[in-house]
């Protein structure tokens, strides 16, 4: 398996993994919960950053040129919160303005 198609299957994987802890109708409230440290052992290994304009856009899978936590198919919560529930990082809340390597486009 080539570097970029395993490093893909890693980042879908890790996206279906995210989708068994999601209960419908149990959507966490950002204020509810602690905010992702960076330094957290996942958010490392997800590249994840508070802030997605420190990312070199050439580093990144998706072509999609505007990436951040706000427009992520996998953020929860409400639009214009500062941080809201990711379901990549359950039990946590990621800042609107940042990145992870896992960034999918909304349908
Ligand atoms: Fe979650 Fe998407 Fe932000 Fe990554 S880019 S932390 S998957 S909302």
Known sequence: ????????????????AAGCFVQPGREARASDLPQ???DDPMAKAMK?????STVDAASR???AADQTCANCALVQ??????????QIFPGKAVNANGWCS?????A
Not at 77 to 86: E, V
Not at 102 to 106: G, L, M, N, R, S
């Open 1 to 16: 398996m080539s570097k970029i198609a395993r490093r893909k299957f890693l980042q879908l994987s890790a996206v279906a």
């Open 36 to 38: 992702l440290a960076e």
């Open 48 to 52: 994840y950053t508070h802030d997605a």
């Open 61 to 63: 899978n998706n072509p």
């Open 77 to 86: 919560g409400a639009d214009g919160d500062a941080w809201r529930p990711c």
């Open 102 to 106: 896992v960034w999918a486009p909304k």
